[in-house]
């Protein structure tokens, strides 16, 4: 989606929002996969160090993604955007060919939407602090990724070619400079 913007906020907006929730459904499926292959392996006291090398590996990749991104930043924005579609396709074609772990020692029971929907308000009644405190992470969140997608086009006026854009403009969150 962020190909086809060209400008436009809310394809943007939708494109982010598609893109938090693949990464937060993957997130927590690759955990689980994770714990129950290791559960299988009969691995289970290992699982945290099989957890952090994976998550070390994949922090590593990504940042080497962004800063290869990062040189085609300037002209080249549609290539950095179709090597992630290849790459994420190929990983697609790895992914099909996984087998789900057999192990399972006890069936677990379905927990319906409104039983977990009832514990977190309950949750939250109990500590406040803790909603307010997602709040904000949320907010700050929402702070820094419009920071790391948007600030090549807002910090034009520094003189560095890696953030410098290609729109004349003054920045809007700096009108000091």
Not at 74 to 82: I, K, N, T, Y
Not at 112 to 123: A, D, F, G, N, R
Not at 167 to 177: A, Q, V
Request: aromatic share 16%; charged share 15%; hydrophobic share 50%.
């Amino acid at each position: 989606m962020m190909l086809l913007g060209h400008g436009n906020f809310w394809v943007y907006a939708v494109g982010m929002i598609l893109s938090a929730w693949s990464y937060n459904f993957d997130s927590g499926t690759s955990a689980a996969m994770l714990f129950e292959t290791v559960k299988e392996a009969g691995l289970e006291s290992k699982f945290l160090k099989i957890s952090s090398v994976m998550a070390g590996i994949s922090e590593g990749t990504r940042t080497f993604g962004t800063v290869v991104a990062g040189f085609l930043i300037h002209g080249l924005l549609d290539v950095a955007c179709m090597i992630q579609i290849a790459f994420s396709l190929l990983v697609m074609v790895f992914i099909f060919f996984m087998r789900e772990p057999q192990f399972k020692q006890e069936q677990e029971e379905a927990i319906p939407l409104k039983k977990i929907l009832l514990t977190v308000s309950q949750t939250f009644r109990e500590d406040p602090r803790l909603l307010s405190w997602l709040i904000s992470t949320q907010l700050l969140s929402v702070v820094m990724c419009m920071f790391y997608f948007y600030y090549q086009n807002e910090l034009q006026m520094l003189s560095s070619w890696q953030i410098r854009g290609s729109i004349k403009k003054r920045p809007l969150f700096f009108p000091f400079w």
